[in-house]
């Protein structure tokens, strides 16, 4: 079982920042890719960005490109979202993501930290 430890949500005015974080921890034998996913209210767990274990390919929403910066920490089990140019519309609980591989591809999800942009 792999655990995920999320960390750095909170209240910030429009055009501010915020850092998140996630841990990993428990029984890790491979990790594929680690990220981000969003869901604000009524709608949909959406992909924010995602990272490669060797930290080689990246993949962004179109709506966060030029905004947030995704990276890992190996040696931590860690991945990070730095989020500058914070709008409204980022307002949403981030879940923490990690896809494992054992024997087969397992996705895990941190409990999720909340995001508000709000003047």
């Known amino acids: ?28 034998i491979r990790v594929v890719r680690m990220g981000w996913y969003r869901q604000a209210p009524g709608k949909q767990r959406e992909l924010v960005a995602t990272i490669t274990n060797d930290g080689t390919s990246t993949n962004y ?9 995704i990276s890992r920490d ?15 519309e980022d307002t949403a609980v981030y879940y923490c993501y990690l896809q494992h591989l054992h ?16 003047s």
């Open 1 to 28: 079982q792999v655990q995920l430890a999320e960390s750095g949500g909170g209240l910030v005015q429009p055009g501010g920042s915020l850092r998140l974080s996630c841990a990993a921890s428990g029984i890790i």
């Open 61 to 69: 929403a179109d709506s966060v490109k030029g905004r947030f910066t």
């Open 74 to 88: 190996n040696a931590k089990n860690t991945v990070y979202l730095q989020m500058n140019g914070l709008k409204p």
């Open 103 to 118: 024997t087969h591809f397992r996705d895990y999800w941190g409990q999720g930290t909340q995001v508000t942009v709000s």
